[in-house]
């Protein structure tokens, strides 16, 4: 008799493999649809006014059913929220206003058992000036290595009273500040986030220390913020820079402050940690410099993949948005990673209301009229809004939403401007008001202290209209921007396939229609709202973000649709 043996029989229990299956997926991020969550701003569980872990924790719920695939989260480390969190002073712990580690640990746990992965913010161009790296800095003066962390100069001028270079910061003003010894630090942002030397082997080791302690807890992504920027030439005499846009920069890698070439070598280093861990962990780079370059970054050997604003940049027009959609289709096909794509986040005006604008609209300058000149048709905002995002649904790579936009949410421009708390507003002079406005916390019920946001009134306040657009308000409502992100999430799981599409020519200028290999089509009418209808293809309506007008497409809106007879 031989022995029995015994084998696990890989059908016995058809739950446990799949979610084995998903645990294990390594190239979960290459179409996955992540919903960035602004901690402070999402659900506040203590009343204390800032939205927390805990608050999010509850609410994994309605995330599972909007049907996303990963939350990225902003920020929510330790720090004075000189910068909205983006000034940490502790890579390695929770602000405790937001929670604890071992909240980070049940967040964690409550979104993989609803099968959403985590991706977490990194901030490694700079960090608070209450890090105790900078305090130490601070402290031990010139030419120490506590100073060498970071990117300390002498001033110029007969008396060193003048900055150590031209450099100004993205906020406005110099990027330099001086201390009370006489030395300066230099700060692409607020004075409060100075810039560490990457050079520095010591600031290296530290992150990927910080990296692995987030990955061992489980994280499954990094979102890495300013990833241009990183790589600096600091010989001297310091070189000239005073364009901040990142979008003039030399194709060959030598500009002083963005895209520099040493880059590689950095996020290559990240890279073999990540792939040290199984599944591999993802990164995405925040990376503002020329196109051609994104590349670079978002190899295999790099971060693997990162963020393009193009479309976000776009006007809501037919062939700017084949433009971008063509071009970024192509650079990605030719590096192995997967495109993203983004229409709203927590530096921009909120897509609604982007769109409720007349193209070429100066946005600082509208925010500043409190966003009344030119008035905004709000309707036409949203109709134009729900259009793009489900075009973007139906693409090939990761789609990035931005928390409240499923409530269709509209940006908030006449904030008490004694509440802002943007450093742009301060750094500029009261002349630019920044981004407060997309900040705003959300609406979960239509009443309520803060519409169910937290117990008390919410760190920034709320506009009445936010009532109607909470979330108990739209569910279950047809046509409610909630329920269609809702049917689009459900149905991109259908939709998703070969990272390929092709463009089915309509002969006209304001509609686009692409397909996906596997027979699900989209198509978006760019057109004004009366514009004429665009009769639609045989197949079977799978969504549609407005009613069809005689069996056609109306203006501002897209269907989906597969292939095969009517029903
Ligand atoms: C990134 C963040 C932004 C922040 C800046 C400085 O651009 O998205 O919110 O202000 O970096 O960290």
New binding site residues.
């Given amino acids: 008799m031989t022995d029995l043996v015994l084998t696990r029989d890989p059908g016995a229990d058809p739950a446990a493999d799949a979610a084995d299956r998903w645990a294990l997926d390594a190239d979960w991020w290459r179409q996955a649809a992540v919903y960035q969550v602004y901690p402070r701003s999402f659900a506040d569980s203590d009343g204390d006014g800032l939205g927390d872990l805990p608050g999010l924790t509850a609410r994994i719920g309605h995330l599972a059913g909007l049907g996303i695939d990963a939350i990225w989260l902003?920020p929510f480390y330790p720090s004075a929220l000189a910068?909205?969190g983006?000034?940490v002073a502790d890579y390695r712990d929770v602000h405790p206003q937001l929670g604890t580690l071992d909240d980070f640990d049940d967040l964690v746990a409550a979104a993989h058992a609803a099968r959403i992965r985590v991706i977490v913010?990194i901030?490694p161009?700079?960090t608070s000036d209450l890090h105790p790296w900078f305090q130490a800095a601070l402290a031990a003066g010139p030419g120490s290595p506590e100073r060498a962390r970071y990117i300390f100069r002498d001033g110029t001028g007969p008396d060193g009273s003048q900055p150590p270079s031209d450099w100004v910061s993205?906020?406005g003003g110099p990027a330099w500040t001086r201390v009370p010894d006489g030395q300066w630090y230099c700060h692409?942002?607020?004075p409060e986030?100075p810039d560490l030397d990457w050079s520095n082997r010591e600031v290296r080791d530290d992150f990927l220390t910080t990296l692995r302690f987030w990955a061992d807890r489980g994280v499954d992504g990094f979102r890495v913020?300013?990833a241009h920027a990183l790589a600096k030439d600091l010989s001297e005499p310091l070189r000239s820079k005073t364009d901040v846009s990142g979008l003039n920069v030399p194709l060959d890698g030598s500009d002083p402050l963005f895209d520099r070439d040493e880059l590689v070598e950095i996020y290559g280093e990240w890279r073999r940690l990540f792939n040290s861990y199984d599944p591999p962990r993802a990164a995405v780079a925040?990376f503002?410099a020329r196109p051609e370059r994104r590349y670079r970054v978002a190899l295999p050997t790099s971060l693997g993949q990162a963020f393009n604003f193009d479309l976000l940049e776009a006007d809501f027009d037919a062939e700017a948005f084949r433009r971008v959609i063509t071009f970024c289709l192509d650079e990605v096909a030719a590096t192995g990673s997967s495109s993203t794509w983004v229409l709203s986040?927590?530096?921009v005006l909120r897509h609604a209301t982007r769109y409720a604008l007349p193209a070429g609209t100066d946005l600082d300058a509208w925010l500043m009229t409190d966003g009344t000149t030119p008035a905004p048709d709000r309707a036409r905002g949203l109709r134009r809004a729900l259009a793009a995002t489900t075009l973007m649904l139906a693409l090939p790579g990761s789609a990035y939403l931005y928390q409240g936009e499923e409530l269709g949410l509209p940006e908030v421009a006449d904030l008490p401007v004694d509440r802002l708390e943007d450093?742009i507003w301060l750094r500029t002079g009261h002349t630019k008001k920044g981004?407060d406005g997309c900040r705003v916390p959300l609406p979960w019920t239509a009443e309520g202290a803060s519409l169910g946001f937290g117990a008390g009134p919410g760190w920034l306040p709320q506009p009445a209209e936010f009532a109607a657009a909470a979330a108990t308000a739209q569910d279950g409502v047809e046509g409610s921007p909630l329920e269609v992100y809702r049917a689009a999430l459900r149905l991109r799981r259908e939709l998703l396939t070969e990272e390929r599409l092709s463009w089915v020519e309509t002969g006209r200028a304001d509609v686009l229609h692409l397909a996906r290999p596997n027979g699900w089509h989209a198509l978006t009418h760019f057109g004004d709202v009366d514009a004429e209808p665009y009769p639609l293809p045989a197949g079977v309506v799978r969504l549609a973000t407005r009613p069809l007008v005689d069996g056609g497409l109306p203006g501002e809106t897209t269907v989906w649709l597969t292939e095969g007879p009517q029903a």
């Fill in positions: 902003s910068d909205g983006y000034d913010d901030v161009n700079h993205h906020f692409l942002f607020a986030q913020d300013v925040e503002c986040n927590h530096d450093p981004r």
